[in-house]
């Protein structure tokens, strides 16, 4: 097991190595900082930037929106997902609303978001409309794929509905609750600094990128870029960790 984590983290390291050194690469082939940076130029602007008196600010604004986003996009999945699976009608009635919603290109939930709102607020609607439709399809999946003996079990035992959902429907659905949280919570972070490039709040990751664009510092692009992987990084880790405790809590719970 410690062979293959270890064979793993060395393939890990072996690819982003090889991304530096074509990077590295290419940089001095094309020598054109605007195209094409060189590697040190953007560490240099990554120390600045993360030195400047505004990051902590442009940080925290950006991940209130992101996690105000996910947040909502969850519980609400989680809630209209249920009643979807028990009450038809509800089903029904959100289906057209869910594939509206998975059709409308990204660029035109940015915009009407910008239409609708204002700056500080739209990049919020973005990442709820995006990521929503996601979870709420895992959500009805999962439930779907209960097992049927466990459902005639609850109601030979004549279980209440809500201690079904509570006992039977979320357990078995949140291994594929925490998959879909872990993709979509960095795919609420892409899209909420796309929303940001444009509708410009006072203080962002977007709006720092579209800083740097406007100037041609593509060094500074790259870093910024380097600072949302980090956080998406931190996300993935966080929600590792999270579900590791599920599962623990869930197997003490068993024993």
């Not at 999945?77 to 089903?91: D, E, M, N, Q, T």
């Not at 996601?134 to 209440?160: C, F, H, P, W």
């Amino acid at each position: 097991m410690k062979t293959s984590i270890s064979q793993n983290r060395l393939y890990t390291m072996i690819s982003i190595l090889s991304i530096i050194v074509l990077w590295k690469f290419l940089s001095i082939w094309l020598d054109n900082p605007i195209m094409i940076p060189s590697t040190e130029s953007t560490f240099f602007e990554f120390i600045n930037i993360i030195k400047s008196k505004d990051f902590d600010v442009i940080i925290i604004s950006t991940l209130t929106r992101v996690i105000i986003g996910f947040s909502i996009s969850f519980i609400l999945a989680l809630i209209l997902g249920i009643l979807s699976v028990f009450l038809k009608p509800v089903y029904y009635l959100l289906r057209p609303i869910i594939v509206i919603q998975k059709a409308t290109p990204t660029m035109a939930i940015i915009l009407l978001a910008i239409i609708w709102l204002k700056s500080e607020s739209a990049p919020i609607l973005v990442g709820f409309l995006i990521i929503f439709p996601i979870i709420y399809s895992t959500v009805i999946q999962g439930i779907q794929n209960v097992d049927i003996k466990l459902i005639e079990m609850a109601r030979i035992y004549k279980l209440r509905k809500i201690v079904v959902i509570k006992d039977i429907y979320i357990p078995y659905i949140m291994s594929s609750l925490i998959s879909v949280a872990s993709a979509t919570i960095g795919l609420n972070l892409k899209v909420i600094i796309a929303a940001e490039v444009l509708s410009q709040p006072r203080v962002s990751i977007g709006t720092s990128f579209q800083i740097e664009k406007a100037n041609l510092n593509t060094a500074g692009v790259f870093a910024w870029a380097l600072v949302s992987i980090i956080i998406a990084g931190g996300f993935d880790l966080i929600i590792k960790v999270v579900s590791s405790y599920i599962i623990k809590s869930e197997v003490g719970r068993d024993y």
